[in-house]
Structures are given as structure tokens and as C-alpha cells.
């Protein structure tokens, strides 16, 4: 039996099906709670959209986990910058076909506040191609 577990990606398959068979309860977050949990650098703040598992009946304020891709430094600089690009461009389209991948150009956006340093998790720098895409889409000055 499990009795809590931060969220998996919503939607999710898993926890979608899951949440036809068994009552599930999203429970908030109290006063405060959400900005310490935001310590960890590989979580961002987010919306679990109502409805977007069965008995959800309202927004509520959650954490995410930040994904990444990852290369070796070797891959060349036109081939990443191409892989990001589109990536950043196709945001709108990706959102429409997977409801998971919805507000992805909105993981980019502290770029504009924090520099590069914002997606550099764990020390390791952003692919010399992931910055030229990132400035070209205007995240980068």
C-alpha cells in the first residue's frame, strides 16, 4: 500500500489507469511548503489542472520535476542546436498531441531571469548548441 508519492508527470498513463481503479487524493501543499520543496534544484513549481485524473476536481498548486536531455560534448554544435530549436518551435504542437507536454516553452523562460545558469543543473553546462537555439528563440541574450 502506498500511502503518498510526489506526482508522477501529469497526465500520466500509469497513474491515469490507476486513478480508474483506486480513489487517488492530490493533497496541497500548506503555506510555505511548496518554496521549500523548490530548494531542490530539479523541481519547478506547477498546476495540476482539475480533471487531469479522475477526482480531481480543482487546480492545485505541485511540484514538477525537471526533465532533461542530455549529449556528450562531442555531438556537434549544429546537430544539438537543431534538436532544441525544435524543440522550443514545436512547443504550441507538442502540447496539442500530449497534454503532458503542455507549457513546455515555459521551462524556458528563467533563462531570461537566471542566464544559462538556470538548466545548468548539477554543474554541467549547456551543449554550445542548446545556447545557440536558446538565444536564437530569444531566451538568451
Known amino acids: ?23 487517488l487524493q ?8 511548496i518554496e521549500q ?3 531542490v534544484p530539479f523541481y519547478r513549481p506547477t498546476i495540476m489542472r482539475a ?10 498548486a505541485q ?3 525537471v526533465n532533461v536531455l542530455a549529449t556528450h560534448a562531442r555531438v556537434a554544435e549544429a546537430t544539438v542546436r537543431e534538436v532544441v530549436a525544435a524543440v522550443i518551435e514545436g512547443a504550441g504542437e507538442l502540447g ?18 537566471q542566464g544559462r545558469a538556470a538548466l545548468e543543473f548539477g554543474g554541467v553546462p549547456l551543449h554550445d548548441g542548446a545556447l545557440r537555439a536558446c538565444r ?3 531566451f538568451l541574450s
Open 1 to 23: 500500500m502506498v500511502d503518498a508519492q510526489f506526482q508522477c508527470p501529469i497526465p500520466n498513463q500509469v497513474m491515469t489507469d490507476l486513478a480508474t481503479r483506486v480513489d
Open 96 to 113: 496539442r498531441l500530449n497534454p503532458l507536454f503542455v507549457g513546455l516553452c515555459d521551462l524556458f523562460e528563467p533563462l531570461r531571469r
Open 51 to 60: 480533471r487531469a485524473i479522475r477526482g480531481l476536481d480543482r487546480d492545485v
Open 26 to 33: 492530490v493533497i496541497p501543499y500548506g503555506p510555505g511548503e
Open 37 to 39: 520543496v523548490l530548494r
Open 63 to 65: 511540484i514538477a520535476v
Open 136 to 138: 536564437e528563440a530569444g
